[in-house]
């Protein structure tokens, strides 16, 4: 967030975990921490009977090994664990499915707090499939379906909401060839995945929601302190709009800048009261069009004027 001189920071809620309920300190992580991927865990008790839960402290860490980690994390409530930390303690093995938005319902089912040995597929309307390397079923609804082994569980307290760390190494991974690019790579708006928010909120990371930040790392921005301080400090440009000029790899010369005043837009916007925000309007326009080098030449034409 860009904030100009005659404007102040916001007013911050400060927390002290070690003085706010346990409960209530969940929802501010949940909320802030968002929004998080699902992995909806398979997994298998040494009697046979199959789990399905879903959790959202979750992630990928590695691709070399390839390394997923999920908490399953003691209940506040009671301060109980869960079947899928059992069962991985017993057997080793789950299998992490993704969640669509088409299964997302049936997800959510999955969270009800069924007594133990309760088969979630069933309850559920999941389709079992068996795995080829675990043992644990897949969920055939899910477009991708990783068998995990697991590779270290790590506990990070003994209180009510204190999570397990179940660090996983994907040994097969089966991926629904309808949601692949033709050059093979998942498309998000195919894959159509959903994420948890806070309490009872969702994303559904597709459609509009979808956006590209093309940044290449190997190319070295100049930087926002080469802006001039002027640009910094826009009525009009967000810090996103400035970041896009600051990630090139150098801002226009003087020439080239100047090159752009006979651009009939640019007169018209000379003929205003206010020349420096209508410039600046222009330079908006460019940029979320993705015109960054002539965005950047309106930005910066104010200065040379």
């Given at each position: 967030?860009?904030?100009?001189?005659?404007?102040?920071?916001?007013?911050?809620?400060?927390?002290?975990?070690?003085?706010?309920?346990?409960?209530?300190?969940?929802?501010?992580?949940?909320?802030?921490?968002?929004?998080?991927?699902?992995?909806?865990?398979?997994?298998?008790?040494?009697?046979?009977?199959?789990?399905?839960?879903?959790y959202s402290f979750f992630n990928a860490f590695s691709s070399n090994p390839p390394i997923l980690i999920f908490s399953s994390n003691r209940r506040v409530a009671g301060n109980t664990t869960k079947d899928t930390l059992k069962n991985v303690e017993d057997t080793g093995e789950v299998v992490i499915n993704v969640v669509p938005h088409a299964i997302v319902r049936?997800?959510?089912?999955?969270?009800?707090?069924?007594?133990?040995?309760?088969?979630?597929?069933?309850?559920?309307?999941?389709?079992?499939?068996?795995?080829?390397?675990?043992?644990?079923?897949?969920?055939?609804?899910?477009?991708?379906?990783?068998?995990?082994?697991?590779?270290?569980?790590?506990?990070?307290?003994?209180?009510?909401?204190?999570?397990?760390?179940?660090?996983?190494?994907?040994?097969?991974?089966?991926?629904?060839?309808?949601?692949?690019?033709?050059?093979?790579?998942?498309?998000?708006?195919?894959?159509?995945?959903?994420?948890?928010?806070?309490?009872?909120?969702?994303?559904?990371?597709?459609?509009?929601?979808?956006?590209?930040?093309?940044?290449?790392?190997?190319?070295?921005?100049?930087?926002?302190?080469?802006?001039?301080?002027?640009?910094?400090?826009?009525?009009?440009?967000?810090?996103?709009?400035?970041?896009?000029?600051?990630?090139?790899?150098?801002?226009?010369?003087?020439?080239?800048?100047?090159?752009?005043?006979?651009?009939?837009?640019?007169?018209?916007?000379?003929?205003?009261?206010?020349?420096?925000?209508?410039?600046?309007?222009?330079?908006?326009?460019?940029?979320?069009?993705?015109?960054?080098?002539?965005?950047?030449?309106?930005?910066?034409?104010?200065?040379?004027?």
């Open positions: 967030m860009t904030f100009n001189d005659d404007k102040t920071f916001p007013l911050m809620l400060t927390i002290d975990p070690s003085q706010i309920p346990t409960k209530d300190l969940h929802q501010y992580i949940l909320g802030a921490v968002a929004p998080r991927p699902i992995a909806f865990a398979s997994t298998i008790s040494l009697d046979g009977v199959p789990n399905l839960a879903p049936q997800m959510a089912l999955c969270s009800v707090e069924y007594e133990s040995g309760v088969n979630e597929f069933v309850k559920a309307g999941f389709t079992p499939l068996p795995s080829e390397q675990v043992r644990p079923f897949r969920v055939a609804e899910s477009p991708v379906q990783m068998e995990c082994k697991v590779e270290q569980i790590l506990p990070l307290g003994e209180k009510g909401g204190a999570g397990n760390l179940i660090i996983c190494r994907i040994v097969l991974m089966h991926i629904d060839e309808r949601v692949l690019t033709e050059s093979g790579r998942i498309d998000p708006h195919k894959i159509d995945l959903v994420a948890r928010m806070g309490r009872f909120f969702y994303a559904r990371a597709s459609g509009s929601a979808i956006f590209e930040v093309a940044q290449t790392v190997t190319v070295i921005g100049v930087g926002f302190d080469a802006l001039p301080e002027g640009l910094r400090h826009s009525t009009v440009l967000t810090g996103n709009d400035l970041g896009q000029i600051a990630a090139l790899p150098a801002l226009p010369s003087r020439d080239d800048i100047l090159g752009i005043a006979a651009d009939e837009r640019i007169k018209a916007a000379l003929a205003q009261d206010k020349t420096r925000e209508a410039i600046h309007r222009l330079a908006k326009t460019m940029l979320e069009q993705n015109e960054v080098e002539l965005g950047a030449k309106m930005a910066l034409l104010p200065e040379y004027l």
